[in-house]
């Protein structure tokens, strides 16, 4: 997920509670795989099933997000969200500005309606990637877009792609 800023007092109280609930949570997924997914996953369409391994990885991954949730419902920290700082590339700007800060962690499609070029994203995907053997590219995120034709969510896709490409 995304950043967090806390009162250290806070996490003090948070941190032992997010540990065992993490723990217990995990534990549950090693007990009970099946009721696992599906109390934290959304269905798959049938299309999607495929992607059921990679899914299955991403909602192991928030066991530990579940944990500090817990722990911080149980000692009583509530939170102030802003949804104007961190974005997922794939969703729509809140009040259609731009985020300061681009999060690499949703899966998104996204085609550039000028060259018909589709691109998906999952970081997932690149798990086993070897920096050292790279093509110089991941994503052939063009430069050849017409960004005035992309709607705002598009154009940060877009943008995410073309970053990673170029580093």
Request: some cysteine.
């Given at each position: ?75 009583g920290v509530t939170h102030h969200v802003r949804r104007d700082v961190m974005l997922y590339p794939g969703y729509v700007p809140w009040l259609g500005r731009g985020p300061n800060i681009l999060h690499y962690g949703s899966d ?60």
């Amino acid at each position: 997920g995304g950043f967090h800023i806390f009162h250290i007092e806070d996490l003090r109280r948070i941190a032992p509670l997010w540990l065992e609930y993490t723990k217990k949570v995990r534990a549950f997924a090693d007990a009970h795989p099946d009721d696992f997914y599906r109390e934290s996953m959304m269905p798959l369409e049938p299309s999607d099933e495929p992607m059921r391994a990679v899914r299955q990885k991403q909602s192991r991954w928030h066991s530990e997000m579940y944990g500090y949730v817990f722990g911080a419902a149980e000692v009583g920290v509530t939170h102030h969200v802003r949804r104007d700082v961190m974005l997922y590339p794939g969703y729509v700007p809140w009040l259609g500005r731009g985020p300061n800060i681009l999060h690499y962690g949703s899966d998104f499609t996204v085609t550039a309606a000028n060259t018909g070029h589709e691109v998906y994203f999952n970081k997932m995907a690149h798990i086993n990637l070897e920096l050292e053997k790279c093509p110089r590219f991941l994503f052939g995120a063009t430069t050849q877009l017409d960004f005035s034709s992309l709607s705002k969510r598009d154009a940060l896709c877009w943008e995410h792609l073309a970053v990673m490409d170029a580093a």
